[in-house]
């Protein structure tokens, strides 16, 4: 990418901390309810913006702009030259996802200013805005972005992730602002007004992922993730920056049915989606995470591996018998022995006794599709000078999905999964996908944005502390606060690969770490936990004659429409999905540590009655010393009953309703 500092005709300036003056009414945005208004304006020549909710202040003299390589600034000494405005009501269906109908209905407006532009579209339950860089800017190097998020009150609390941990596979804090350090987003806020928010970005590409840090006790300032040599973003041919996102809702299950973000992202680029298509798969997987076989290949002691040609094939007999789409198999390939975050994979061989030719045919027979891993040890130079050969080879087989991996803290040795550098490499790898119908599920990405709409190939993917860590985390394993949590953090960024369906709790290699839910809770996690593509972890011997496993049979994972009924971050959530395309409803309640009663009015049934398949934790349950016993249970309803629901120690219950 070239680099070319900004025009002389940019004056240094001081960077400037807060702006002070009332802004104008001339300058304002409203949702189309009028209930939201954003207002930008130069105040002593400093862009600022301000956030009014139902007249009142709730974001307050918020600093626009970015600090250039050199000392440029721009966003001061300005003024905006005229406002452009606009307004869309419209609607689209997605590929797949948590609602299939989508209304995007906001006015936007684009302030103009010499130096730098500022688009914003407000929307009834949030808000957007990015930035445009003029061209007569010609390419420019940032050095920092300067936005701010100044909430008029210091005593709001916040869920978030710390931004040191590898891959965001951490717990959220919940703390005040005062106590928060460098958080990733979506950064979730529990307001002292009684409303919810969440700040992230949409449609980050060619561009660094922000994160956020505490300047004061109610400021909260953009941090860009750096290239190696300091720079921010080369801005080049891409001249507009992902939107800055803000949700404003009074209700907590508002945060999750949003779909701000989505909207803020391109439509479909995609023009034949027929082969992109949600489902649920099995794996030689959570055997591996348990230590009770290899990811490698040891010509010494071969029985120990893992993906094995009969081991595979017995995989693949379940997946056809049980409603299951995929088969997923790590350690196929050539490259896994030694140090393997060092040695070239290949994504072509396969080790002696796995015979992908056969297995791949033998799928194709059984109407099941293989996922096919590419663990690329964040070397994405090995992988792009196979990834087509790989690609075309997957493709001839009929195959559609491939799950990535990243393990390694720098891409190529050198730079972040999600500064400029990493944001590239790795959609480049969904372009590339979908030139050869392959869907990815990427794991040690950057943060989701919502480019799953642009391109609906790139279907779910990791970056969250998933059930893998309760195979052989020295702490024990997932608190059961975590899944209570996720939806309204991680979750607000997209569709998350959590892993969850374990149904036997031993772990014999590691007796120190466990699954810390009961069955009941892993059924749920199925509606309230959201991927279009869904695993059942266990080994298949696991799911052998026993009814609980009827849920995940019948779970489908592409949706019509999605309501969250209650909810409190932490404690608990109670979600209600309908399948997409059919009456069927399915309900996942799950809670914390602490047992728990809820009533759930059945009002987002239909008209009619409805027989209720309930899959919940027998009374003697308990994550601890009884995680596996479920009570089955059948009841008639209708949409003006009520449902009490009763959750063992991180339990749940997991429903399916039939229109009778």
């Excluded at 606009?86 to 948590?98: A, F, K, L, N």
């Excluded at 008029?152 to 804090?173: G, Q």
């Excluded at 790795?426 to 990405?445: F, G, M, N, R």
Aim: hydrophobic letters at 35%; glycine letters at 8%; one cysteine or more.
């Amino acid at each position: 990418m070239m680099k070319k500092t900004i025009t002389a005709a940019l004056a240094a300036a001081a960077i400037f901390t807060a702006c002070s003056a009332p802004t104008q009414t001339g300058n304002t945005v409203t949702s189309p309810d009028g209930s939201l208004k954003v207002t930008v304006d130069a105040v002593d020549g400093t862009l600022c913006y301000n956030v009014v909710k139902d007249n009142d202040t709730i974001i307050s003299n918020s600093r626009l702009g970015f600090e250039l390589m050199g000392g440029n600034v721009l966003g001061t000494h300005t003024e905006v030259l005229e406002v452009t405005r606009s307004s869309v009501d419209e609607q689209w269906e997605t590929v797949w996802g948590e609602q299939r109908l989508i209304r995007d209905r906001h006015n936007g407006a684009v302030f103009h200013t010499a130096w730098l532009d500022v688009e914003v579209r407000v929307f009834d339950d949030g808000l957007g805005f990015r930035y445009i860089f003029p061209e007569s800017l010609g390419n420019i190097e940032i050095r920092d972005e300067l936005t701010e998020f100044r909430f008029a009150r210091a005593d709001h609390k916040a869920w978030w992730l710390p931004e040191d941990v590898p891959y965001y596979e951490s717990y959220a804090n919940h703390t005040e602002f005062k106590d928060v350090t460098l958080a990733h987003t979506p950064f979730t806020i529990e307001g002292a007004d009684g409303r919810f928010y969440s700040i992230h970005e949409a449609a980050l590409l060619d561009f660094a992922k922000i994160n956020l840090k505490p300047t004061d006790e109610r400021t909260l300032k953009a941090e860009l993730v750096r290239w190696a040599d300091g720079t921010a973003v080369y801005v080049g041919e891409t001249r507009t920056t992902p939107w800055r996102t803000l949700l404003v809702t009074d209700r907590t299950g508002g945060l999750i049915e949003s779909r701000v973000m989505l909207n803020l992202n391109e439509p479909c680029k995609i023009e034949d989606t027929s082969w992109i298509k949600p489902g649920k798969y099995i794996g030689i997987w959570w055997i591996l995470h348990k230590y009770l076989y290899t990811w490698y290949y040891d010509e010494n002691n071969p029985e120990g591996h893992g993906a094995t040609t009969e081991r595979t094939k017995r995989y693949i007999d379940f997946a056809a018998d049980n409603n299951i789409q995929g088969v997923l198999v790590e350690g196929w390939n050539l490259g896994w022995n030694g140090d393997w975050t060092k040695n070239l994979f290949s994504f072509t061989q396969a080790y002696p006794d796995y015979d992908f030719d056969g297995i791949m045919k033998y799928a194709a027979s059984k109407g099941v599709q293989m996922i096919i891993h590419n663990e690329t040890a964040a070397n994405t130079e090995n992988y792009f000078a196979q990834i087509d050969s790989a690609y075309a080879m997957y493709q001839r087989y009929g195959m559609h999905y491939v799950k990535t991996g990243n393990v390694n803290e720098l891409l190529d040795g050198k730079e972040a999964h999600d500064g400029q550098y990493g944001v590239n490499k790795l959609h480049e790898i969904v372009e590339k996908a979908a030139e050869y119908q392959i869907c990815i599920d990427e794991h040690e990405p950057c943060i989701p944005t919502g480019v799953c709409r642009t391109w609906p190939n790139l279907m779910t993917g990791e970056a969250i502390r998933g059930q893998e860590h309760d195979a052989w985390e020295r702490d024990g394993g997932n608190k059961p606060e975590h899944q209570t949590v996720v939806p309204f953090i991680r979750g607000l960024a997209g569709p998350m690969d959590y892993t969850f369906g374990t149904f036997d709790f031993s772990n014999p290699v590691s007796p120190f770490s466990r699954v810390r839910t009961t069955i009941a809770k892993q059924l749920a996690q199925y509606v309230v936990i959201y991927s279009p593509l869904q695993m059942a972890n266990d080994d298949p011997s696991a799911y052998e004659g026993v009814k609980a496993f009827d849920f995940i049979r019948d779970v489908p994972t592409d949706w019509e429409q999605t309501k969250v009924i209650d909810a409190v971050i932490g404690d608990y959530i109670v979600t209600a999905r309908q399948q997409r395309g059919a009456t069927d409803w399915f309900l996942g309640a799950i809670t914390d540590e602490n047992a728990r009663e809820l009533s759930v009015p059945l009002t987002f049934l239909g008209k009619g009655k409805w027989l209720a398949q309930i899959y919940a934790d027998a009374p003697d349950a308990s994550w601890e010393d009884n995680p596996t016993a479920v009570q089955y249970s059948e009841k008639e309803l209708t949409s003006a009953d009520t449902l009490e629901l009763k959750l063992a120690t991180s339990g749940g219950c997991a429903i399916r309703f039939i229109k009778k």
